[in-house]
């Protein structure tokens, strides 16, 4: 089945222990990036990936990093979580830059929160 | 800053009846107008999109209404049935530099 599987779908941490959410897909799509959903706000962009290697800033990439060393990969990092990162995280991929199919496949997201 | 605007926050119809969600964006970059659906604890997915080559765009009970000159445009639920009760994503994308940006989001519910 053609998936985005994020883990762990939910997640209570302290101020400042690093974290990682991890994100893999099966359609060996190029493009992956990742979304925090915050009431009011919609889905806001923090990181994106062109391909293996390549990575670049989203909307909001303060506080998070990103690394792409295989294809189906695409984990997010906090490396030192605040109370303001609580929110529900969204991994999703699409084919690639300039397919005529740009449709994005989301993962079930991860509800993260920060004490 | 949002770069597209949703409105309403939230809406409630009566089986049968039309649910109208409006979108409004200002980059004339963006190309490509998809809207995605999101049941509670999953993912959004897409539901409809549209190029701004066109004017509308019917997909069974759902229809992109697209205006390039006012940059708005519109999602019609036409018939809503409780099953399309949801929060409902707007977004705009440039394609070429896939950056998707989506609207706040409008929660949808359809009382039977």
């Known amino acids: 089945e053609a998936q985005v599987t994020q883990n762990p779908r939910y997640l209570i941490t302290v101020t400042g222990k690093k974290l990682t959410v991890t994100c893999s897909q099966n359609?060996?799509?190029?493009?992956m990036s990742w979304y925090r959903q915050d009431p009011g706000l919609g889905l806001r962009q923090i990181y994106y990936s062109m391909n293996v290697e390549v990575t670049d800033k989203g909307d909001v990439p303060e506080g998070y990093k990103v690394s792409r060393k295989e294809k189906r990969n695409f984990p997010l990092i906090l490396e030192s979580p605040s109370p303001n990162q609580t929110s529900l995280y969204f991994c999703a991929s699409s084919p690639g830059q300039g397919k005529m199919n740009t449709e994005a496949f989301f993962g079930q997201g991860t509800r993260l929160t920060v004490v | 800053q949002q770069q597209v605007k949703q409105s309403p926050q939230s809406l409630i119809v009566q089986k049968g009846g039309i649910s109208i969600i409006n979108c409004a964006y200002e980059n004339t970059a963006f190309d490509y107008f998809p809207w995605y659906q999101q049941f509670p604890g999953k993912g959004p997915a897409l539901l409809i999109a549209?190029?701004?080559?066109?004017s509308e765009k019917k997909e069974g009970r759902f229809t992109i209404s697209f205006n390039k000159s006012a940059k708005q445009f519109s999602l019609h639920i036409m018939d809503s049935q409780p099953g399309d009760s949801a929060t409902y994503f707007c977004a705009a994308v440039y394609v070429s530099h896939y950056k998707l940006s989506f609207g706040a989001g409008t929660t949808v519910t359809v009382r039977a």
């Open positions: 549209i190029r701004p080559d066109v």
């Open positions: 359609m060996n799509h190029e493009y």
